[in-house]
């Protein structure tokens, strides 16, 4: 798989990410202070890495930051981007089923070596949820994007009725 990575500090675990994806067989581009004469602005190098996944020339996206806010915010703003930031397996194994992400934002403050693993483990052994629920909602965001990239605000969301009771917790 290709993956882009940046970074704005070129921090141990921003080191290690790039290592343990290629030890896991990924093809790993970087960006920002992981590339010698790279804007390693947070803003700037997330958004090269996101527009990589939005333009196909990336499967997927790894995006860090001190605290991971900030990338994750930079990477939501391209156009085609579903970036969460994953401060645990879990979160990273329900943003991969349950919101289809494609770019994985991380801290550079709170993730350390192991947690990083963990992280990546859940990410990567996870996929899209085929529930019509789960779909919809990726679809609802989708246009979304659409809408906004077309200059329309987009309408209230219409009411459909109660819905039933999940069996997880949503988003």
């Not at 990410?17 to 992981?34: I, N, P, Q, S, Y």
């Not at 459909?160 to 069996?167: A, F, H, I, T, V």
Request: net charge negative.
């Amino acid at each position: 798989m290709r993956i882009a990575v940046s970074s704005d500090m070129d921090e141990p675990v921003a080191r290690l990410l790039v290592e343990e994806l290629r030890g896991r067989g990924h093809d790993v581009r970087t960006h920002g202070a992981l590339r010698p004469g790279a804007d390693p602005r947070w803003a700037a190098c997330t958004e090269t890495a996101a527009r990589e996944v939005a333009a196909g020339t990336a499967d997927q996206a790894v995006v860090c930051c001190w605290t991971g806010t900030g990338a994750s915010i930079a990477a939501n703003k391209v156009p085609g981007v579903r970036a969460a930031l994953c401060t645990d397996a879990y979160t990273a194994d329900g943003a991969r089923r349950w919101n289809d992400a494609n770019v994985l934002a991380l801290s550079l403050r709170l993730t350390s070596g192991p947690l990083l693993k963990e992280i990546l483990d859940a990410w990567f052994a996870g996929g899209p949820s085929d529930d019509a629920e789960d779909r919809g909602n990726v679809e609802h965001v989708a246009r979304l994007d659409r809408d906004r990239a077309a200059g329309r605000a987009g309408g209230a969301a219409q009411p459909d009725g109660p819905r039933p009771p999940r069996d997880r917790p949503a988003g």
